[in-house]
């Protein structure tokens, strides 16, 4: 598991997320997108699509995929760093 700090663009260990029943079957099914296909490799959650204030950008990344992502998170997911 990796997590970003993408606005201090670092690695951390731990984050809380609260998330309405929506949000949460949102995110459930976005998982169940990656898992299903890993070569999609990321989705984005947002708490009001139009807006785009929040999101939180899910990721699965494999051996297969991980030359899909961009050089930063290549390093993230290699380095955790």
């Known amino acids: 598991?990796?997590?970003?700090?993408?606005?201090?663009?670092?690695?951390i260990d731990e984050v809380g997320i609260f998330l309405t029943l929506d949000e949460a079957k949102e995110l459930r099914d976005s998982l169940e997108i990656l898992i299903n296909n890993p070569a999609e490799h990321h989705g984005?959650?947002?708490?009001?699509?139009?807006?785009?204030?929040?999101?939180?950008?899910?990721?699965?990344y494999t051996k297969d995929n991980i030359n899909m992502f961009d050089e930063r998170s290549r390093k993230l997911i290699e380095e955790d760093k």
């Open 1 to 11: 598991m990796r997590i970003h700090d993408i606005d201090f663009d670092k690695s």
């Open 44 to 60: 984005h959650i947002y708490d009001i699509p139009a807006e785009c204030k929040k999101q939180i950008i899910v990721a699965v």
